[in-house]
């Protein structure tokens, strides 16, 4: 079973641009969260999909950010435009249940996303 | 506000001793908590978790205690590996739920020496 997969792995981009993350969750996983960690820090949840619906949004920074998962399939996050504060490791993560006991989250690799 | 804190950001243990790392949580709601590890260049990965309604939980050379009235957790691993070494994040839940999101510790990095 494949796991989750993030696309592109580092991406480095100008103060201003637009920059698209990727994530492909487990197949069969209904659940897909989006997690962000800066510089070190603690990773902080940013949004939760349920199939295609966006079931918590409350992490999101700010309308510069935007998710979507069409389909119930991938989803992608997009930065437009990127601020500085931006820069930071951009984690998917993918559970097939979102019940607590059970909510077992598989993380990608990551994006790690440079804003010079 | 950070509700989910470890207060140490690195520990270093001897192969074989036991490693224990801590993790305290301000929010009384919180009723599930997991630890994860991850290494360099990887997501971080599943390594144990534990009910509100128990105090101990143990998988192989992992245990996981809480002291509720504390609020406080602690991951022990004896004995400690090599490839033990990475860092470990706590991460805690609500069961009625909001919808599953972990909130994170900003992790301790562990070392272990040969």
């Known amino acids: 079973e494949a796991g989750v997969t993030q696309f592109p792995s580092h991406s480095v981009i100008e103060k201003g641009q637009t920059v698209t993350l990727r994530c492909d969750p487990i197949s069969g996983h209904d659940n897909l969260y989006w997690y962000r960690r800066v510089m070190g820090k603690e990773i902080k949840f940013l949004l939760h999909?349920?199939?295609?619906?966006?079931?918590?949004e409350s992490g999101m920074p700010n309308n510069r950010f935007l998710a979507e998962r069409t389909g119930g399939t991938y989803s992608t996050l997009k930065v437009q435009p990127a601020e500085l504060e931006d820069s930071g490791v951009y984690f998917c993560a993918s559970s097939r249940t979102a019940i607590a006991a059970k909510n077992i989250q598989y993380f990608g690799a990551g994006t790690r996303l440079s804003v010079l | 506000d950070q509700q989910v804190k470890q207060n140490s950001p690195s520990l270093s243990v001897q192969e074989g001793r036991i490693s224990i790392l801590n993790c305290d949580y301000t929010n009384s709601m919180f009723d599930y908590f997991l630890w994860y590890k991850k290494y360099p260049a990887e997501g971080p990965t599943f390594l144990i978790s534990i009910s509100s309604i128990k105090d101990k939980n143990e998988d192989g050379r992992f245990t996981v205690f809480l002291n509720k009235s504390a609020k406080h957790l602690s991951l022990h691993i004896v004995p400690s590996q090599p490839g033990d070494s990475a860092v470990y994040f706590c991460a805690a839940s609500r069961f009625y739920n909001q919808g599953g999101k972990l909130i994170f510790g900003q992790g301790t990095e562990l070392s272990v020496k040969p």
């Open positions: 999909f349920v199939k295609e619906s966006k079931q918590d």
